[in-house]
Nanobody
């Protein structure tokens, strides 16, 4: 079992940057692939980015490709989401999630463990 805590959200102007962090409890962080999801008001939670257990494989939603970068540091039990060139449509609560699946999962049902979320607001 793993517990996840996100941080790093906030208010930023369009074109700005933020880096989200997801700290995991336990000593088996490298047993989990990690995904970042987001949920805007009135919308479904959607996949943003995912990273494999070792960090060697990443995947992005088309809407963030080229602007967001997911990474992880297994020595620190931490995953990151670097968000650049932010747009107002990126405004959402961002969630970190973990899965033991060996596949690069993009559906929220594949992720068992979730953090509490961190708010990102991008003003125009």
């Amino acid at each position: 079992q793993v517990q996840l805590v996100e941080s790093g959200g906030g208010l930023v102007r369009a074109g700005g940057s933020l880096r989200l962090s997801c700290v995991a409890s336990g000593r088996t962080f490298n047993s989990y692939a990690v995904g970042w999801f987001r949920q805007a008001p009135g919308k479904e939670r959607e996949f943003v980015a995912g990273i494999s257990r070792s960090g060697g494989i990443t995947r992005y939603a088309d809407s963030v490709k080229g602007r967001f970068t997911i990474s992880r540091d297994n020595t620190k039990n931490t995953a990151y989401l670097q968000m650049n060139s932010l747009k107002p449509e990126d405004t959402a609560v961002y969630y970190c999630a973990a899965t033991t699946s060996l596949r690069m999962e993009v559906t929220k049902s594949a992720y068992v463990y979730w953090g509490q979320g961190t708010q990102v607001t991008v003003s125009s």
